[in-house]
């Protein structure tokens, strides 16, 4: 069991983080990326997501993804958003938690997984609410742009992780 | 231990491969086509009668409305009842594009302008998407929109 100081840590740090992945994904929302396609962002809250899977446990970094969630969708308008936010953030999160535990795996690795799965969960969605199939071609174009972002948030993410091993010992 | 990872990273790369072959190949059709005008645009002054080249089909809601021929140019809103989501839409006899809307995030009017000279190379392809007012505008070409209602009557 964890001591209360390590739990008022632990708050302390999950708060941190969630104001982090709103400033980012203000940020983010901000740089004029592809213009004409919707959805592409470099999510970049990702890589903070990566870290709170391999720092504080798998439930803390679902309860991050969450609030993440809902509170840039209250911030940012978007009630509807929110829905697509969800979808993209739950599969997302499913998969790094479960590739997180696999041996072997390099972080890089799940944060780029993680980006793929995070635009097909919203692509996926958007097929289903609009009944329509035709978002194939899109979704594909979205997954590479996933998996290319995951990539460039799982090496500041690893570098973040390597170095704070560092300073601990 | 580097195997594990490049047979991650090999897989991602096969699922996207896998989903873009579906949408090359996929080109399905709206399962049905309700009996509902959705607005009539009046004809262009210079060209009377002439055969349109191209057909706006728009869904609201999951609702596919009758296809509206592109004879002329205009601009008109798909109003969803008391909600306050409200579209306009503009056509032009070879182009469609949603000119304006009350969404939040505005990305279907940033989707620009789909002409018949563009449809086949954006990105979306045929379509403009307002996801949070689920309302879709896809440009048909006349043949394209022909061989829509047969296989429509087919299936029926």
Not at chain 1, 20 to 43: R, T
Not at chain 1, 105 to 128: E, T
Not at chain 2, 105 to 130: H, Y
Request: hydrophobic fraction near 50%; charge should be negative.
């Amino acid at each position: 069991m964890m001591t209360n100081r390590e739990k008022t840590q632990r708050i302390a740090l999950s708060g941190l983080l969630v104001a982090l992945m709103l400033v980012l994904g203000y940020v983010e929302s901000l740089l004029p990326v592809a213009a004409g396609i919707p959805g592409i962002k470099l999510g970049l809250s990702n890589g903070i997501l990566i870290f709170a899977v391999y720092m504080l446990g798998i439930p803390t970094a679902f309860v991050l993804m969450v609030l993440k969630v809902v509170l840039s969708g209250l911030m940012f308008g978007g009630v509807s958003a929110m829905m697509y936010a969800f979808a993209g953030g739950l599969l997302s999160m499913i998969f790094m938690c479960l590739l997180s535990r696999v041996k072997g795996v390099h972080v890089i690795v799940v944060s780029m997984v993680g980006g793929l799965m995070h635009n097909v969960g919203q692509v996926g969605l958007a097929m289903v609410m609009l009944a329509t199939p035709k978002l194939m071609y899109y979704m594909a174009i979205l997954m590479v742009v996933g998996l290319g972002c995951g990539a460039l948030t799982g090496i500041c993410a690893d570098s973040v992780m390597k170095h704070l091993k560092k300073m601990r010992r | 231990m580097r195997n594990k990872n490049l047979w991650i990273i090999l897989a991602a790369v096969a699922l996207i491969a896998a989903v873009f072959a579906a949408g090359m190949l996929m080109k399905p059709a709206p399962g049905t086509i309700s009996n509902q005008q959705i607005v009539t645009i009046t004809q262009s002054p210079d060209a009377p009668d002439a055969e349109p080249e191209a057909y706006l089909l728009v869904t609201v809601g999951g609702v596919t409305y009758q296809p509206l021929p592109l004879s002329g140019e205009g601009e008109f809103s798909l109003t969803q009842g008391e909600s306050g989501m409200v579209n306009t839409v503009h056509v032009t006899p070879d182009s469609i594009w949603m000119a304006d809307s009350t969404c939040d995030n505005q990305d279907c009017v940033e989707q620009g302008i789909v002409s018949l000279a563009t449809m086949n190379d954006r990105v979306l392809g045929n379509m403009i998407i307002c996801l949070p007012h689920q309302v879709t505008l896809e440009l048909y070409t006349a043949e394209e929109m022909n061989a829509l209602i047969a296989s429509l009557e087919e299936a029926q």
